[in-house]
């Protein structure tokens, strides 16, 4: 990397004149964006569209950019449903304390193995990477969750996802990029590890800290799979589980007890999946934006000097 | 460099000397210990059901009550007439996916990073990780509409002028790979773009400012800069991606894998499915997945070798 | 990964051959899984499956002894779609009154193979277990000892069990051991079959869409020269529908393990023999079936054969069905109720007709598979159950013609009326069960809401007639419903021959196409040699020679020859 004398003012970058050159990148960097846009949204749009329309005109395919007989049967049968309310709960709640869990648990054996001189660091890494690709399967799994008493039982969704490695070798690569001399300069204050690691290293790494938040988050909201498996009791099921259900159920002609109803027969399978697909994802998308300044703003202005 | 002398240090203790050590850093070991007990407790409790790879497992018996077939299941799957196309398979589109599923991400967090409306920049960021969320369920079976020879895919190519007939683009295996490629990419880029954008917002912006001052221009400063200052995260993923060429993203295959194009969509994962979980063959599908892992770690000692001798950094 | 139900009597699909990617786990080459078993209307007095006994007087049902001790039984069902809860409606109230047991439905939201597993593994299974009969995790778990003999329960504590279950129902399930582990629904025995002919329905059907078929005057496509004049005919007098391309023909997905269409479905219409001298046949290599194929191949070489049928999975082929798009379809009648609705709904003319389709060369009348003595699931006690005396209670009175009435009709006075000692259904409760059913079912939960125990044939009498526009697509299959039960094929999973078979399906799965799309006879005949080289190079010899042994364990056990 370029030295760089750390006594350079800061300076206005409007006071530099852009070049010509940067003006076309600009330009084109804006088109390749909106480009980018256009094809991700599409496919949401087509989704939202055909979930928004009639599911028995859907059947007959070739809405592309607007509902041809609007309705909102399909959003009404999932919403009223009488388990939602509670599912949405489970996932809520299992998403927050899964999340909150997960990340400081894992960043925090993440900081210690980020310390070279750790003893027993290179046996702790080896034991982390054999698991990343050494499992005993679904069997021995679900074994292992009877033994702990954690069927049927919230604390199924927190316990066996709290630790990953692989979050871990993420959280060790930006610490390692952590300049030691901030943490040096606290030690010498008398500071512990732990407090270095709260007070210094978590405020210093609020993007990693996001944005494994964020993967933890989402792999909490859209696991369906923790449910199905290893709770029977329907009080317990978050909401994917419980839309995988819905549409399930929404198979058979037989419609029941669960799915209330002041309507009949006007929703085919594909058009609960649609709409079940963009209920779950609604509030992602709204959380999200509170996470993403931490992405988008710079770090560490001037924290360090040579 | 640092962490071989470090290494080196601890590995001239003597006993009496590490434990002393290991006092003196006693808290940050105690930050290290829950971990190391829950994947004790989570990883390696259950790993020894591995050992049902060389047995005859019933799910209505015990693991140490199945008998011992030594390595007839690898046997079977190496033998099996299929192994060499579903081999070639599975690496050809992990290749196409690594050589340039795995840069487009990059390239893209990188233009991102230079936009320079803050709103635009964020309003493309949150629609560009919107396909993430839609299931592969539900995206195949849009595709297969889309991709169909009156479909709209077809439509649009005919009328640009870019083909001349009309292509079943699924009923053709010559397509399959690059159709893997693009769908998976363009689903996956902007979430995948995600880390790379918090690498490079943890970038020190003085040190733009100092190059600007310097004279360079936008191209020096992401080479020069902002590419190195990300250079960690880049490596750590790119090993545990080549670690990964022998995994196939199921879900998506699963769905667009049809019987006219199963000569190039049949990968180890949708095989094994088939012949091994499907069937109630769990011994079989273990034993699978064990050849999957011994050769995964393999590819991540040699490819984490390799970014520590060319890059000088390394995943430990 | 995704069978689909349809309608509440539908047989699991995915039994029939080989494996469908569902997970069923087991390979059962069972023609009688197939079908679906609903009782239609036109019966002969005296229905009564042959031995179930009235109510003696001597003998207190056990579920009235206990009605005051409330008990709560937990109760698997392996079916995702599943959707009934228990109580809340009446049939559900009224009966945990009259017995004093609760019930709480365990159903998995997805993944049923794995979800069974796992409990089975762990040893967490439910007190009563609802499993489609014939999946291989039954016999595992009766074999290790997990599930309760039903007739060793009824002794011990319920001896009324004995007047009302069916013994050849139990016979057909009965082990060497001389127990019976578990109990079917919608089973039907030949005799069954034999004294209500034209009340069973079979699933399989030849489908044409109405206005095209008329439009080119409704030839004979039995033959394999009507056949293919007609599909030409069609597809040039409409080349398009809608402004999308016509599909000439249409059948099932095409799966790795093949299409059930061109297999025993086809078969079936062609009227292949399951046997010959006592052995089981080798249906594949029938030259009458052969011969089809190659008429298939010959509309393929010419290009009749889209693209799409080979493509597109269920979802896909549910929008090209309301569409119309499809000429003519091998596809099952059960399987198009949605889409039908849709088309009738829109021009009752483009609706699909049931017709006379492909007949051997001596025009034979199709045999088609029908509702069987194995039924569709079988219900069974686990040794977890803590309380078996009064499960197995439950079980008798959901068996007895009490139980029937009340899991079909509902309440007397309520629901139904007794008129000459016939029981009728009130009409108003007929209707809004037509116009909605989601409401009757929340109100009532009977017509077979609760379908795991249900004796069709008893119910014959009882159930109203079904209206258009399914009506047709049902009738037309009543004169050719066939008894298969002797034919059905059990392979317990990971056994020598199972696992044989899954390879010949698999290597059958991507020879099909092939011979379907090959562009000349002498291709055809080279590909489909070369596919029963490596079929016996496999060793299919040795599935043929146990479908040949459990073929004579069966004519045994249903007393035939």
Redesign the interface.
């Known amino acids: 990397?370029?030295q760089?004398?750390?006594k350079?003012k800061?300076?206005n970058?409007n006071i530099?004149k852009r070049?010509p050159?940067?003006h076309i990148?600009?330009i084109l960097?804006?088109i390749?964006?909106l480009f980018?846009?256009i094809?991700?949204?599409y496919?949401?749009w087509?989704?939202l569209v055909n979930s928004l329309n009639d599911a028995?005109d859907a059947?007959?395919?070739g809405i592309?950019l607007w509902p041809r007989v609007f309705s909102l049967a399909n959003y009404q049968k999932v919403l009223e449903t009488s388990g939602i309310g509670q599912s949405f709960k489970i996932s809520v709640l299992r998403t927050l304390i899964g999340t909150v869990f997960s990340v400081f648990?894992?960043a925090?054996?993440a900081?210690?193995?980020s310390?070279?001189?750790?003893?027993?660091r290179?046996l702790?890494?080896a034991?982390?990477?054999?698991?990343?690709?050494?499992?005993?399967?679904?069997?021995?799994?679900?074994?292992?969750l009877?033994n702990?008493n954690l069927?049927d039982s919230f604390w199924v969704f927190i316990?066996?996802s709290?630790?990953s490695?692989?979050n871990?070798?993420?959280f060790?690569?930006?610490f390692?990029?952590i300049p030691k001399a901030l943490e040096e300069s606290a030690r010498i204050d008398g500071a512990?590890?732990?407090t270095v690691?709260f007070k210094i290293v978590l405020p210093l790494s609020k993007?990693?800290l996001?944005?494994i938040a964020?993967f933890n988050g989402v792999y909490h909201w859209?696991d369906?799979?923790a449910?199905?498996?290893y709770i029977?009791d329907t009080s317990l099921?978050p909401i994917q589980?419980?839309m995988?259900?819905i549409i399930?159920?929404?198979?058979?002609?037989?419609?029941?007890?669960?799915?209330?109803?002041a309507?009949?027969?006007t929703t085919?399978?594909?058009s609960i999946?649609?709409a079940t697909?963009v209920i779950t994802?609604v509030p992602?998308?709204c959380v999200?934006?509170f996470l993403?300044k931490?992405?988008?703003?710079?770090?560490?202005?001037?924290?360090?000097k040579e | 460099m640092a962490v071989d002398n470090t290494e080196k240090r601890l590995k001239a203790l003597g006993i009496r000397e590490t434990l002393a050590l290991l006092w003196k850093q006693r808290y940050l070991q105690l930050m290290v210990l829950p971990g190391i007990i829950w994947m004790i407790i989570f990883n390696y409790i259950p790993m020894g059901g591995i050992v049902i790879a060389f047995k005859n497992f019933k799910i209505t018996k015990t693991i140490s009550e199945a008998p011992w077939v030594g390595f007839e299941h690898f046997i079977e799957f190496f033998s099996d007439s299929a192994f060499s196309n579903i081999l070639t398979n599975t690496l050809g589109i992990s290749l196409l996916k690594l050589c340039i599923g795995f840069p487009l991400p990059i390239i893209f967090a990188l233009l991102l990073n230079e936009i320079r409306s803050v709103k635009f920049k964020k309003a493309v960021q949150t629609i560009s990780y919107l396909p993430h969320f839609i299931s592969w369920v539900v995206l195949g079976g849009i595709l297969i509409t889309w991709l169909e020879k009156s479909g709209m895919v077809n439509d649009l190519l005919i009328g640009l002028g870019i083909i001349k007939e009309r292509i079943s683009f699924l009923g053709e295996a010559r397509f399959f790979w690059v159709l893997a490629l693009i769908s998976d990419s363009w689903k996956e880029l902007g979430w995948s773009a995600i880390i790379y954008l918090a690498a490079i917002s943890g970038v020190d912006q003085q040190m733009y400012e100092a190059a600007t001052v310097d004279g360079a221009n936008k191209i020096h400063k992401i080479w020069y800069i902002t590419l190195p200052s990300i250079a960690g995260t880049i490596s750590i993923l790119l090993v545990l991606a080549v670690s990964g060429m022998l995994n196939s993203n199921f879900d998506q295959i699963f769905i667009l894998k049809n019987v006219l194009n199963v000569s190039r969509s049949e990968v180890i994962d949708t095989y094994v499915y088939q012949m091994g979980m499907s069937a109630g063959r769990f011994s079989y599908a273990t034993a699978v997945g064990l050849f999957k892992s011994v050769i995964a770690m393999i590819l991540l000692l040699i490819a984490n070798k390799t970014t520590s001798k060319l890059q000088g950094r390394s995943l430990y | 990964m995704k069978g689909r139900m349809k309608k509440v009597l539908a047989l699991l699909l995915c039994s029939a051959i080989g494996l469908s990617v569902s997970a069923c786990g087991a390979t059962s080459n069972d023609p009688a899984n197939e079908s679906v078993s609903d009782a239609g209307q036109s019966v002969d007095s005296g229905a009564e499956s042959t031995a179930a006994a009235e109510v003696s007087g001597d003998v207190v049902p056990g579920w009235q002894k206990h009605a005051d001790e409330k008990v709560t039984l937990s109760w698997y069902i392996n079916y995702s779609w599943f959707p009934a809860t228990w109580g809340g409606n009446l049939v559900s109230d009224t009966v945990t009154e009259l017995t004093g047991v609760d019930i709480e439905f365990v159903v998995p939201a997805g993944n049923e193979s794995e979800k069974l597993n796992s409990m089975i593994a762990s040893d967490t299974l439910p007190d009563i277990l609802t499993i489609g009969a014939g999946t291989s995790q039954i016999e595992d778990m009766i074999e290790a000892g997990m599930i309760y003999a039903l007739n060793e329960l009824a002794d011990e504590y319920d001896a009324y069990f004995w007047t009302v279950v069916n013994e050849e129902r139990a016979g057909w399930y009965t082990k060497e051991d001389g127990n019976f582990y578990g109990y079917p629904n919608i089973s039907t025995s030949p005799s069954d079959i034999e004294a209500n002919e034209g009340a069973f329905i079979s699933t399989q059907t030849f489908l044409v869409r109405k206005d095209m078929y008329e439009a080119i005057g409704s030839p004979d496509m039995t033959t394999p020269e009507g056949f293919i004049k007609a599909i030409k005919d069609a597809a040039e007098m409409f080349p398009e529908v809608n402004g999308r391309p016509i599909i000439p023909f249409g059948t099932h997905e095409f799966t790795s393990t093949g299409n059930y269409a061109f297999e025993s479905y086809l078969q079936n219409f062609l009227a292949i023999p399951y046997e010959q001298d006592g052995v089981a046949y080798d249906r594949l290599t029938d030259p009458e079936y052969v011969e089809w194929l190659k008429v298939f191949r010959s509309l393929g070489a010419e290009g009749y054969l889209s693209d799409d049928i080979f493509i597109d999975t269920r979802t896909q082929m549910d929008e090209k069905i309301a569409q119309g798009r499809y000429f003519c379809m091998l596809y099952q009648r059960s399987d198009i109720t949605d889409p039908q609705k849709a088309l009738y709904a829109n021009d009752p003319d483009s609706i699909y007709l049931a017709i006379d389709g492909p007949k051997n060369s001596a025009g034979d009348d199709p045999t088609l598979s029908g509702p069987s003595i194995t039924g569709w699931t079988l219900t069974m006690i686990s040794k977890n159950c803590e309380h078996p005396d009064r499960a197995i209670e439950l079980l008798s009175y959901l068996m007895s013609e009490e139980g029937q009435l009340m899991m079909y009709m509902g309440v007397e006075g309520v629901t139904y009326d007794m008129v000459d000692s016939e029981a009728v259904m009130k009409e108003e409760i007929i209707d809004l069960a037509n116009n909605d059913n989601a409401a009757y079912t929340t109100e009532y939960g009977g017509m077979n809401t609760y379908w795991m125990m249900a004796d069709t044939v008893m119910q014959i009498p009882w159930v109203p007639a079904t209206v258009a526009p399914m009506d047709q697509v049902e009738d037309w299959t009543r004169p050719y419903v066939s008894s298969m039960a002797q034919y059905n094929y059990i392979l317990p999973s990971d056994s020598d021959e199972a696992n044989i078979l899954l390879k010949v399906n698999n290597e059958w799965s991507s020879t099909l196409p092939k011979l379907l799309l090959a562009s000349t006879e002498e291709e055809f005949d080279e590909l489909f040699n070369k596919f029963l080289d490596k079929r016996e190079a496999y060793g299919y010899d040795k599935v043929l020679e146990e479908y040949t042994r459990q073929l004579k364990e069966n004519k045994r056990k249903l007393g035939i020859e």
Do not use: H
Request: hydrophobic share 45%; aromatic share 16%.
């Open positions: 990397m370029p760089l004398s750390a350079v800061y300076t970058s530099i070049r050159g940067e990148f600009d960097n804006v390749i964006m980018v846009c094809a991700s949204i496919p949401i087509y989704v028995t059947m007959t395919g592309y648990f894992t925090m054996v900081y210690g193995l310390k070279e001189y750790l003893v027993g290179k702790y890494m034991m982390g990477t054999i698991t990343l690709f050494f499992s005993g399967g679904l069997i021995p799994g679900f074994l292992l009877k702990l069927l316990f066996p709290m630790f490695f692989y871990l070798l993420i060790n690569s930006f390692r990029e512990q590890d732990m690691f993007p990693v996001a944005t964020l859209n369906y799979f449910g199905v498996m029977n099921e589980t419980y995988y259900r399930a159920e929404s198979t058979s002609n037989m419609l029941s007890n669960n799915i209330s109803s309507i009949t027969q085919t399978s594909t999946k649609l697909m994802t992602i998308i999200y934006p993403q931490y992405f988008v703003k710079g770090m560490m202005i001037g924290a360090v």
